[in-house]
Every structure is written in structure tokens, then in C-alpha cells.
């Protein structure tokens, strides 16, 4: 594939640097994509920088109770199996309840503000925060929503992808329009309504300005929790932030610098579990 103007000394960069500027280089190339081996060095690096986040991290556990013989390997509990009865039916096998350590699971919308503001190093740093989640929950229970003037569906609840796929789909969500919070909220409590999971949460990263819409409180007290990254230095719209995490009976975080979201985002993933 041909290389056009500067690209063939841009793919000279630095892994990180690919990925702080692959959305303007993307933007300048005729074809309206980048080349092929920028896109892989800038995925690439985004995946480093989460896997150095949660590198001394095991992923979050829990007991469940399966009725025998359909459960996986496990151990028999006595008092789970005596609660179902199986004192007064001892022949019958699905009066056991086998105990069994597995990853525990929350359906989780990741709703990201991709409104013009969000460029540059800001937009790589979000995916990096987004593959945190990426490896540390499971794949299909997350739901990615991306907004700007409009919501847009970057990846749906219950689709299973490779990780450096899941990347490249948040470093191409062009940054144009205005910042619709209310309806981004909205398209994440709706991408919500396909889980079954009795556990379900969406996760808020913006900087708390919105331009186009209505309060969007009305729709954070819908969800059954619902946490707030609140990005940038300017402490002006905190107050908003922390309003949306407190009524959508979640919790508030503040990264007053943009080096500060994977490490949040690890923090976040483990608090969903709390």
C-alpha cells in the first residue's frame, strides 16, 4: 500500500506517539484510514500500557453453587446440599450442590465521551482505560458506547472479540460534534437492557461538560449503578460529576491528569466487585 505525504516517516514513531496521533493521521490520509502498520503499532502500544496497569492483578473471583452432576469441578458443600433437601432424597443427585471458584461477572456499559474536544493523547488514554476493562472483565459482558452529538454502538453486550480488536474500533470513533451527555447515558442504559446478569453497572468517562441536551441526572438515576470518571483539570463541572455518580448510586473518581486514567480505570474494575 502506497504511503502517502508524511506517513512513511510517521510510521518511524514510537509506539505511544503512533497512538497519540493516529486519529490526525488517519484524518489527513485521502483514503480517510491510516496505513495498516500505524494502526498496529498505535493498538499495540495501547495494549502494553493496560497490561502494565493490571499486570500484578488477578481477575475478580467468587464461589457459585452448581447442582450436581451439571456443575464444573468443584467441592461438594454440605450445608449448600442439606438447604436443598438432600437429607430427606439422599438418592437424589441434584440435591448436591457443588462449590465452585470462578471469575465473578457484571454486565458493564462503558459509555466514552468522543466529542471534539477529546483528542490526541486524551482519546489514546481512553483506550487505554477501555482495555483495562477489556482484560479484566469478560469480554462479552461488556457493552462499549461511544457519543459525541449522537450515541454510537461501538461494541455491543454478549459480542466476544480479540482485545486488539476491541482497541482499534475506540481509536477509530472520529471526535467531531457536540458533547450529548443525556444521550449517551441513554444509549448505555439501553445497551444494559439486553442482561439478564442480576449484576449490572455502567461507567461514565467524561470531563462533565454538555452542550447539547437536558439535565442528564434523570437519566443516571435509572441505572442500578452507575461510576463516574470525571477526566481533565478543570474543576468546573466536578459538582456535575459527582451529582451523576451520586444518583446513579455509584461512585465518583477524578483523574486530574490524563496520566491518571488507566490507574482509575484498575481501581474501577476492582470496586465493581465491592
Not at 432424597?89 to 471458584?101: A, I, Q, S, T, Y
Request: positive net charge; aromatic residues 6%; contains cysteine.
Amino acid at each position: 500500500m502506497p504511503l502517502e505525504g508524511g506517513a512513511a516517516d510517521d510510521l518511524a514513531m514510537d509506539g505511544w506517539e503512533a497512538a497519540v496521533a493516529y486519529r490526525r493521521l488517519r484524518g489527513q490520509a485521502s483514503s480517510g484510514r491510516a496505513p495498516e502498520p500505524l494502526r498496529d503499532v498505535a493498538v499495540a502500544a495501547v495494549i502494553r500500557r493496560a497490561m502494565a496497569c493490571v499486570r500484578h492483578a488477578s481477575r475478580p473471583m467468587g464461589d457459585a453453587l452448581y447442582p450436581w452432576p451439571e456443575s464444573p469441578p468443584g467441592d461438594v458443600d454440605l450445608e449448600a446440599s442439606i438447604d436443598a433437601g438432600v437429607l430427606e432424597m439422599p438418592h437424589d443427585p441434584e440435591r448436591l450442590r457443588v462449590r465452585v471458584r470462578e471469575q465473578r461477572r457484571t454486565d458493564t456499559a462503558l459509555i466514552l465521551d468522543m466529542s471534539l474536544s477529546m483528542t490526541g493523547e486524551k482519546i489514546a488514554l481512553m483506550a487505554v482505560a477501555a482495555a483495562v476493562m477489556a482484560l479484566r472483565l469478560r469480554m462479552d459482558d461488556l457493552a462499549v458506547i461511544a457519543f459525541d452529538s449522537t450515541p454510537r454502538t461501538i461494541k455491543p453486550l454478549g459480542e466476544n472479540l480479540p482485545v486488539k480488536t476491541f482497541v482499534r474500533r475506540v481509536l477509530e470513533v472520529p471526535a467531531r460534534g457536540y458533547t450529548h451527555l443525556e444521550a449517551g447515558l441513554q444509549a448505555g442504559l439501553c445497551a444494559l437492557r439486553r442482561s439478564t446478569r442480576p449484576s449490572r453497572a455502567g461507567i461514565l468517562l467524561s470531563d462533565g461538560v454538555y452542550n447539547v441536551g437536558w439535565d442528564p441526572a434523570r437519566v443516571a438515576a435509572r441505572f442500578q449503578r452507575l461510576h463516574v470518571v470525571h477526566l481533565g483539570e478543570d474543576g468546573r463541572d466536578r459538582g456535575l460529576c459527582r451529582r451523576l455518580a451520586t444518583v446513579g448510586r455509584g461512585r465518583y473518581y477524578r483523574a486530574d491528569t490524563w496520566d491518571d486514567l488507566p490507574r482509575i480505570a484498575y481501581t474501577l474494575v476492582r470496586d465493581l466487585f465491592r
